[in-house]
């Protein structure tokens, strides 16, 4: 079930759902909207010419009110936001209507699981043949909350748990099932 304004608002306070700062206006009907931070990261390309799953990427930091985007690039950012999902509540991570008709894509793999802390790592790709400057403090995605059934038995406690900023993939500590496919 998707959570509507008026269930959002109760949670956030009775301190079930935290969503620090808050921006003025920024529940909506069934979503809450989230601003863009003001930390980037950029895939550092020099003597480099593949990424693998296996090696730790490394990142150009970037830091600032605004930034831009060049035509067909990736870039990591963060919400302004530092949010706490109860273990019963997970969220989707959807980007703004305005920010897609400008060709910005906005991605966090889609989805925060139950039990999260943290601001939200957000994957942008501008699609558009234009740079596009972003400006910290614009709204720029939307959390769509649902409820599950019952608590998760195994809320998130993974490898970006209680992140303060962009944080680029970690995908090199995972481990995997070995002769699985």
């Given amino acids: 079930m998707i959570l509507s304004d008026k269930k959002l608002k109760q949670m956030i306070r009775e301190k079930e759902l935290v969503i620090e700062p808050l921006g003025e206006n920024s529940i909506q009907a069934a979503s809450i909207d989230c ?19 296996d090696q730790e990427i490394l990142y150009r930091d970037i830091h600032g009110e ?22 019963h509540v997970t969220a989707f991570v959807e980007g703004r209507s305005s920010i897609g008709r400008m060709g910005l894509f906005i991605q966090n793999a889609g989805w925060v699981d139950p039990g999260f802390e943290g601001k939200i790592t957000l994957e942008l790709y501008n699609a558009n043949s234009l740079p596009i400057k972003l400006q910290s403090g614009r709204r720029i995605c939307q959390l769509v909350f649902c409820e599950l059934d019952q608590p998760a038995e195994f809320p998130y406690r993974g490898k970006y748990q209680k992140q303060d900023q962009a944080i680029g993939s970690r995908i090199y500590k995972d481990v995997e099932i070995q002769g699985s496919v």
């Fill in 66 to 87: 605004e930034s831009i985007i060049p035509a067909h690039s990736f870039l990591l950012a963060t919400t302004l936001e530092y949010i706490k999902l109860p273990n």
């Fill in 35 to 53: 601003r863009l931070g003001n930390h980037f990261l950029a895939v550092e390309d020099k003597d480099r010419d593949i990424l693998t799953l």
